[in-house]
């Protein structure tokens, strides 16, 4: 099997009218931390590219990178970061005051369950649950906590074998819909597994927020597609189900959750004709909007170089604050490598002793920040958790240090 190959046809309408309108360059995948830098010569790029149907409005990526290569050892974890926890907390009662008070046979079932944290949520309420998980890893994990996790990529097959032996009431999916390759099959087991009662929930980043706020570095190639609502629509359409409420969220840097059931269920809420006016009037559906956002993401390029141009001049030292995916894209798109920025800080244990792909910075405990201060500037990569990481930096901002923002634009704080 290959590792990489380019999209040709429109993954919800099937159009082959799809353009490029940002082209990142050649980036290795976001999440693959090198473990040693005698293994140089085994990094991988591959392109990236952000793609237009101009017959749907969807937009998505033009090159894709087998899912095998992507997630075979997955480091991301759910659990380790305390804003999404709190908001799997209220995610969990929300839907089960809404779906499920006089519900205790069936069972919610979550698609991408990573380490269980949602699913334990909705098992202290009282729910039956299962994960779907493809990482072999965090689905051990989860089973060894007791959150009965089936190690498996989600498709119509796996979903035909779950309803041979279980009602299902509820399905979630939360920021995995965007890593789908086949969106067809996917739609066509969350249509078998809902039934003509069920619900399926699913949170993805919102195109939106994408845009405005210029968040560029979250394109990369775990994420194929970047979800507005005009191609959602479309898309379930094809499957007689129907969007019946949207809600927006604030995790991720603005994220939207969509509600779907099957045709004429549930009466539609007022919030998805909202939801569409607002994309129109932005102009979501224009070629125009992203030719603007492609100029835009250009210029904050220039400009975050010349800042860091115009720091190092004045002798001061670079390091990085987070080692986030997004951050690798940034750091790739931008040529921000090891000469630059002396090494990164990240809360995370497996991160710690590793390097950035593409770019080679080390990367430490944040205990290395302890005598930084003055003459030092922290580039914030990890820009989603800004408050809570100025709040934990008290004290190297107290010494004199300064944090660099890169999104929306380059800002010295
Ligand atoms: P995420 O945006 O994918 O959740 O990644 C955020 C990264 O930032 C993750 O690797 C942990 C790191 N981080 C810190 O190093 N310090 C912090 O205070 C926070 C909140 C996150
Ligand atoms: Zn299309």
Same mark, same amino acid.
């Given at each position: 099997?290959?590792?990489?190959?380019?999209?040709?046809?429109?993954?919800?309408?099937?159009?082959?009218?799809?353009?490029?309108?940002?082209?990142?360059?050649?980036?290795?995948?976001?999440?693959?931390?090198?473990?040693?830098?005698?293994?140089?010569?085994?990094?991988?790029?591959?392109?990236?590219?952000?793609?237009?149907?101009?017959?749907?409005?969807?937009?998505?990526?033009?090159?894709?990178?087998?899912?095998?290569?992507?997630?075979?050892?997955?480091?991301?974890?759910?659990?380790?970061?305390?804003?999404?926890?709190?908001?799997?907390?209220?995610?969990?009662?929300?839907?089960?005051?809404?779906?499920?008070?006089?519900?205790?046979?069936?069972?919610?079932?979550?698609?991408?369950?990573?380490?269980?944290?949602?699913?334990?949520?909705?098992?202290?309420?009282?729910?039956?649950?299962?994960? *779907?998980?493809?990482?072999?890893?965090?689905?051990?994990?989860?089973?060894?906590?007791?959150?009965?996790?089936?190690?498996?990529?989600?498709?119509?097959?796996?979903?035909?074998?779950?309803?041979?032996?279980?009602?299902?009431?509820?399905?979630?999916?939360?920021?995995?819909?965007?890593?789908?390759?086949?969106?067809?099959?996917?739609?066509?087991?969350?249509?078998?597994?809902?039934?003509?009662?069920?619900?399926?929930?699913?949170?993805?980043?919102?195109?939106?927020?994408?845009?405005?706020?210029?968040?560029?570095?979250?394109?990369?190639?775990?994420?194929?597609?970047?979800?507005?609502?005009?191609? *959602?629509?479309?898309?379930?359409?094809?499957?007689?189900?129907?969007?019946?409420? *949207?809600?927006?969220?604030?995790?991720?840097?603005?994220?939207?959750?969509?509600?779907?059931?099957?045709?004429?269920?549930?009466?539609?809420?007022?919030?998805?004709?909202?939801?569409?006016?607002?994309?129109?009037?932005?102009?979501?559906?224009?070629?125009?909007?992203?030719?603007?956002?492609?100029?835009?993401?250009?210029?904050?390029?220039?400009?975050?170089?010349?800042?860091?141009?115009?720091?190092?001049?004045?002798?001061?030292?670079?390091?990085?604050?987070?080692?986030?995916?997004?951050?690798?894209?940034?750091?790739?798109?931008?040529?921000?490598?090891?000469?630059? *920025?002396?090494?990164?800080?990240?809360?995370?244990?497996?991160?710690?002793?590793?390097?950035?792909?593409?770019?080679?910075?080390?990367?430490?405990?944040?205990?290395?920040?302890?005598?930084?201060?003055?003459?030092?500037?922290?580039?914030?990569?990890?820009?989603?958790?800004?408050?809570?990481?100025?709040?934990?930096?008290?004290?190297?901002?107290?010494?004199?240090?300064?944090?660099?923002?890169?999104?929306?634009?380059?800002?010295?704080?």
């Amino acid at each position: 099997m290959s590792d990489y190959k380019i999209r040709n046809k429109c993954g919800i309408c099937s159009s082959t009218d799809l353009i490029s309108i940002l082209n990142l360059g050649k980036q290795p995948p976001a999440n693959s931390l090198i473990d040693d830098l005698t293994l140089l010569s085994q990094e991988v790029k591959f392109p990236l590219r952000l793609g237009f149907c101009k017959n749907c409005c969807f937009v998505q990526l033009l090159d894709i990178v087998n899912k095998e290569f992507l997630f075979k050892n997955y480091l991301y974890m759910t659990s380790g970061s305390k804003p999404i926890v709190q908001h799997f907390n209220k995610y969990a009662k929300d839907i089960h005051d809404d779906f499920l008070k006089n519900d205790n046979e069936s069972t919610v079932l979550e698609i991408g369950s990573n380490d269980g944290s949602l699913l334990l949520e909705f098992k202290k309420l009282g729910c039956k649950i299962l994960g *779907i998980e493809p990482a072999q890893n965090l689905a051990k994990l989860a089973n060894e906590l007791n959150i009965s996790t089936q190690n498996s990529f989600f498709s119509s097959n796996v979903a035909k074998e779950i309803i041979k032996s279980k009602k299902i009431s509820v399905v979630v999916a939360n920021n995995v819909v965007g890593h789908i390759e086949d969106l067809h099959d996917f739609m066509n087991g969350i249509k078998i597994l809902i039934g003509n009662d069920g619900i399926f929930i699913f949170e993805v980043p919102y195109l939106n927020d994408l845009i405005k706020k210029l968040e560029f570095d979250t394109i990369y190639h775990e994420h194929l597609s970047y979800f507005s609502l005009l191609p *959602i629509i479309n898309w379930v359409n094809q499957y007689e189900l129907e969007i019946f409420d *949207i809600k927006k969220q604030s995790v991720h840097g603005g994220t939207i959750r969509v509600f779907i059931t099957k045709k004429g269920n549930i009466p539609q809420k007022n919030s998805v004709k909202t939801f569409l006016n607002e994309e129109h009037n932005y102009g979501l559906d224009k070629i125009e909007t992203y030719e603007k956002f492609a100029q835009n993401v250009l210029n904050l390029k220039s400009k975050l170089l010349k800042k860091i141009m115009e720091l190092k001049s004045e002798n001061k030292s670079i390091i990085g604050y987070g080692a986030p995916a997004k951050g690798n894209v940034l750091l790739n798109y931008c040529n921000i490598d090891h000469k630059i *920025i002396d090494f990164i800080i990240d809360t995370t244990p497996l991160k710690q002793g590793k390097f950035t792909p593409g770019t080679h910075i080390p990367i430490y405990h944040p205990s290395k920040m302890e005598n930084k201060g003055s003459n030092d500037v922290s580039l914030l990569l990890a820009w989603n958790y800004k408050n809570e990481i100025l709040e934990n930096e008290k004290l190297f901002r107290d010494r004199g240090g300064k944090f660099l923002i890169p999104i929306p634009e380059p800002t010295i704080i």
